[in-house]
């Protein structure tokens, strides 16, 4: 016994005596990292007290409190919501730089306003993708990567490398036109590439920013990178992955739309051959309403002096309007219970105006928008950028789908079952009216905004027929709708997430454009935008009382129709589906409903308070439309 535990001993001891020396590592402090992604042009939320508070703010103060290191952002930051939309992301840049972001990598909705002014974007806040090139090779982006110097516990600087990277496949997920010139090159050869030029230049670790569909998948292939901070996925993330080389990399990501603001703490370890490494970390995504405490002062101050400054942009003019195109009040001897009963029970002329945008700025055979997308009209005369706003304040992003002409019908059967809900309620409350009754006492079904409106087509509804067999003709194009045939589709963000149209969110997705309210402005801006109106959009008649007849099936067109060549729009682009990876929380995607009307709430009242102006914090499964 004791000439094997001897033998073990000595065995023990010839191990430690040859181990490697990098592997006798000293712990000698800590890299922090504030970080967001997937803010979607947002700027400020609520508390549950209904406190406003602004996100960048709260994002500064968490910084300052926890002497972060980094204040880093992962894409999909300067488009979305109309705070950032009618300024070009102008707003949400000058709120990082006062924030003091020390980078952001681009993700695919960024590129909407067109690469040139995302260039002039990274003049306020570096932008970084090394994998974004032009023609002859070069990097677009002036600044390829950024390092600063951080001192640790042990009292000892170290350099640590930022560098950017966007997912190649997201090239094609913004019109063609906003990337003109343009290669997204391999996400990973590039980082990998730019790691290496990181540390040659004396970097002792490497943090990479990605927007990517598959973080994980991006680190475990690349080398040289020490922990990664995603975007895109919509999700929480805390992870680590193996790497190609062996490091042990964690990944995270922050949520969407202001949800969270994330803070990472690495361990570092010093080798005695004098290299560092991440030995472990600790990711928390925080309630940036429960750091309301921690706003920077200045940060907030800014934020309700660029509100201030779009109320000037909100009234500028956008075209003219030979007639109004109101949000319609029913038309009845009585008053009207609401005043958005008629776009979720008829056909009407606001709802021509908002299709005929899409199918303009998209060129797609047909658009759908659902009714409690469309909150506000159109004055006669002079139309503001507030005016079409106000139609569709909710920031949602326009992307067009491949759906065949059976899933188009099945979908707008399904919208008319909706809708004649509606009918038999408002129908009530009308009745309660005349009665003098409470007409409230009948509800409206919760899901009465998922009514679809539909341009592109010409239909003929029938009101007595059943359920699923009430549209008696349809036409896409002069030519009856082809059940086989495949058409494309111009719908909102908000469709491809919502539960009556659970068919939406497969739909394979052709392209991504602007916002829808960005597509108002570029329809209205256009000459001759009202003669188009009816060209573009659809009509519908509605047929009541008649004896229930059998439904008509469609022709089979000879030759179907191709759909026209979009007019490029003065700034269009899409909307990141939400990750159905299990691997983190799931939160709601680019353009949920739950978001409030943010800066067009001022058109009404010429308020100044981020109360008015603030964006709600959104809450999962929460529906106000």
Known sequence: MRRMIGTLCGALLAALLTFPAAALAEEVGTVSIVHTNDTHGGYGLTTDDDVPVAYYAVVAGLAESADADLVLDAGDTFHGESFATIVNGESVARLMAAAGYDATTPGNHDWSYGADQLRVLSELVPVLAS????????????????????????????????????????????????????????????????????????????????????????????????????????????????????????????????????????????????????VSHEATAHDPASLASLANEDVEALTYQIMEENEGVLSEPVGESSQAYPFPEADYDVPSPGGWEMVRTEDTAIGHVVTASYLATTGADLALENAGGIRGGIPEGTVTAGDLISISPYGNTLSTYEMTGQQVLDALETSLEISAQCRAVLAQQLEALKAGEDPMQYSWPDNSGSVLVCGGATMEVDWSRPEGQRIRSITVGGAPLDPARTYTVAMNSYLPGCEEYPLFATLPAVQDFGTCEQALRAFVGSD????????????VSYIEDEEPSEPETPETP??????????????????????????????????DPTSVLGLAALLGTGATSLAVGARLRRRSGERVR
């Open 131 to 278: 994998n974004v090139v032009t023609a002859d090779g070069s990097a677009f982006f002036s600044t390829p990567a950024v390092v600063r110097d951080v001192t640790l516990e042990s009292g000892e600087t170290i350099q640590v490398g930022v560098l950017g990277v966007i997912d190649e496949d997201f090239y094609t997920s913004t019109p063609s036109y906003n990337v003109a010139g343009l290669t997204f090159t391999d996400p990973v050869a590039a980082a990998s590439a730019t790691a290496d030029d990181l540390r040659e230049q004396g970097c002792e670790l490497v943090v990479a920013l990605t927007h990517n569909e598959d973080p994980q998948d991006f680190a475990a292939r690349a080398t040289g990178i020490d922990a990664v901070v995603a975007g895109h996925e919509h999700i929480v993330i805390d992870d680590v992955v193996t790497a190609a080389n062996g490091r042990e990399v964690p990944v995270v990501e922050a949520g969407s739309h202001l949800g969270y603001v994330g803070e990472l703490e690495l361990t570092i370890d010093r080798s005695d051959d004098g290299t560092y490494s991440v």
């Open 558 to 591: 000879e030759t179907p129709s191709q759909p026209e060549t979009p007019e490029e729009p003065s700034q269009p682009e899409t909307p990141s589906k939400p990750s159905t990876r299990p691997s983190g929380e799931k939160v709601p995607a680019t353009g």
């Open 528 to 539: 001759g935008w009202e003669g188009r109106i009816y060209e573009l959009s659809s009509t």
